[in-house]
């Protein structure tokens, strides 16, 4: 069992971030996905259903490995309940929309990329509130957590619908029917939205400054070996069924590479900051994206097979 630190349990912290800020992250991600739906097109699902096999290994390897995978370290290792709970929370997510750009610097599949993304948050719809219940259930310390907040899966699966499943329908009606206004849209609104997104946090992180400096260096094992791990679960499973290198860096970077902005609103949102779970999520958000850039320009570097 972990031992207290300072005298205090991590998994008795609470990360302060008031109503009106909850709100605010809630805008700023449905604003980010309605900006990232702006470049999906419905040929982006067809071209994913032309070839099944690569779809089925991006949703083994996102949606039912990793979180599974994650569930038998978490077994191994036995970190503090709350950080387990981070743990399986980013693992339930979808991909980050920042994978795009880090498959097209790593020679990957770019195409594959923006329509793995785009079919992953779909899915995630379901299968984010699904797996963070079925595996935080089965391993005792973060059930104890679950059914102290009485977590109910259709409250959860109500707001990633609102603040994806909305906005995603929304950006792809809107590049359908008018594709020129959709690129102009999103020239000021992507940068905008990630920007005021990165905005919160900050605010977030300052406000609870505190917590944050004595408590950071607990989770960074935990997420350095997480985020590697997840990066090998996708490459080494798309490898296991005969994909090219193109393709599995980019099955690579879509698990690798987490949307724990998604994951940070869920915990504040349902939750109540819970101060284990915040931190871990935290500083995914940050790590993913300096591990990204640095496998991205690795692969960039090396010639295709």
Same mark, same amino acid.
């Given at each position: 069992?972990?031992?207290?630190?300072?005298?205090?349990?991590?998994?008795?912290?609470?990360?302060?971030?008031?109503?009106?800020?909850?709100?605010?992250?809630?805008?700023?991600?449905?604003?980010?996905?309605?900006?990232?739906?702006?470049?999906?097109?419905?040929?982006?699902?067809?071209?994913?259903?032309?070839?099944?096999?690569?779809?089925?290994?991006?949703?083994?390897?996102?949606?039912?490995?990793?979180?599974?995978? %994650?569930?038998?370290?978490?077994?191994?290792?036995?970190?503090?309940?709350?950080?387990?709970?981070? !743990?399986?929370?980013?693992?339930?997510?979808?991909?980050?929309?920042?994978?795009?750009?880090?498959?097209?610097?790593?020679?990957?599949?770019?195409?594959?990329?923006?329509?793995?993304?785009?079919?992953? %948050?779909?899915?995630?719809?379901?299968?984010?509130?699904?797996?963070?219940?079925?595996?935080?259930?089965?391993? @005792?310390? %973060?059930?104890?957590?679950?059914?102290?907040?009485?977590?109910?899966?259709?409250?959860?699966?109500?707001?990633?619908?609102?603040?994806?499943?909305?906005?995603?329908?929304?950006? !792809?009606?809107?590049?359908?029917?008018?594709?020129?206004?959709?690129?102009?849209?999103?020239?000021?609104?992507?940068?905008?939205?990630?920007?005021?997104?990165?905005?919160?946090?900050?605010?977030?992180?300052?406000?609870?400054?505190?917590?944050?400096?004595?408590?950071?260096?607990?989770?960074?094992?935990?997420?350095?070996?997480?985020?590697?791990?997840?990066?090998?679960?996708?490459?080494?499973?798309?490898?296991?069924?005969?994909?090219?290198?193109?393709?599995?860096?980019?099955?690579?970077?879509?698990?690798?590479?987490?949307?724990?902005?998604?994951?940070?609103?869920?915990?504040?949102?349902?939750? @109540?900051?819970?101060?284990?779970?915040?931190?871990?999520?935290?500083?995914?958000?940050?790590?993913?994206?300096?591990?990204?850039?640095?496998?991205? %320009?690795?692969?960039?570097?090396?010639?295709?097979?």
């Amino acid at each position: 069992m972990p031992l207290n630190i300072n005298n205090i349990q991590i998994d008795s912290i609470k990360i302060n971030f008031d109503t009106e800020a909850l709100w605010m992250l809630n805008i700023a991600l449905a604003i980010i996905m309605f900006g990232i739906a702006l470049d999906i097109k419905i040929e982006d699902f067809k071209r994913l259903l032309k070839n099944p096999k690569i779809v089925l290994v991006g949703l083994l390897s996102q949606f039912f490995l990793l979180p599974f995978l %994650t569930f038998i370290a978490i077994c191994i290792i036995k970190p503090y309940p709350s950080f387990a709970l981070g !743990m399986m929370m980013v693992a339930a997510c979808p991909g980050g929309n920042v994978s795009n750009f880090f498959s097209k610097m790593a020679n990957g599949n770019a195409a594959l990329s923006v329509s793995l993304t785009a079919f992953a %948050t779909l899915i995630c719809l379901v299968m984010t509130p699904l797996n963070l219940h079925l595996w935080g259930s089965l391993y @005792e310390p %973060t059930n104890l957590i679950l059914k102290s907040i009485s977590l109910n899966p259709f409250e959860l699966f109500k707001l990633v619908l609102l603040i994806l499943g909305i906005p995603i329908i929304l950006g !792809m009606t809107v590049n359908h029917f008018h594709p020129e206004m959709a690129k102009k849209i999103n020239k000021v609104l992507r940068p905008f939205s990630i920007i005021f997104f990165l905005i919160l946090i900050v605010v977030a992180l300052y406000d609870n400054a505190d917590i944050f400096k004595n408590y950071i260096h607990l989770v960074l094992f935990l997420v350095i070996f997480h985020n590697i791990f997840a990066f090998i679960i996708g490459y080494v499973t798309a490898k296991s069924f005969k994909l090219n290198d193109k393709d599995s860096k980019t099955i690579s970077m879509e698990t690798g590479i987490q949307n724990s902005g998604l994951g940070l609103l869920l915990i504040f949102s349902f939750f @109540e900051g819970l101060g284990g779970m915040a931190l871990l999520a935290a500083f995914w958000g940050v790590w993913d994206i300096f591990s990204g850039m640095a496998l991205a %320009t690795y692969w960039g570097r090396k010639k295709n097979d």
